[in-house]
Nanobody
């Protein structure tokens, strides 16, 4: 059984930092692209950042470039999202998702929300002003 389990969300003041983790099990990690997506109340789920595990290529939405960093630890089947300089607009439920055979990080970020094979349950990030 494939599972993606997110953790690391919470309440933080504007300007603060959080690190989200996505632990994958039951899949061949290297065969996937992993993406982080977020959904605020009343808004569509949107790609934030993604990584192709096999080659480490990455994608960032313009709204998080320079503030967020995605990385992977293949030994732990884990993808991290380091989020710095958080602002209230970053408040959302954050989900990780995995797409088998996706070799383009940009595509994972833009269309992964429609084609991902597996999703985690989400973790809430709330940034207070």
């Amino acid at each position: 059984e494939v599972q993606l389990v997110e953790s690391g969300g919470g309440l933080v003041q504007a300007g603060g930092s959080l690190r989200l983790s996505c632990v994958a099990s039951g899949l061949s990690f290297d065969d996937y692209a992993i993406g982080w997506f977020r959904q605020a109340p009343g808004k569509e789920r949107k790609g934030v950042s993604s990584i192709v595990i096999s080659d480490g290529s990455t994608y960032y939405d313009d709204s998080v470039k320079g503030r967020f960093a995605i990385s992977s630890d293949d030994a732990k089947n884990t993808v991290y999202l380091q989020m710095n300089s958080l602002n209230p607009e970053d408040t959302a439920a954050y989900y990780c998702a995995a797409t088998r055979g996706m070799t383009n990080a940009l595509n994972m970020g833009l269309i992964g929300v429609y084609v991902a094979d597996y999703w985690g349950q989400g973790t809430q990030v709330t940034v207070s002003s």
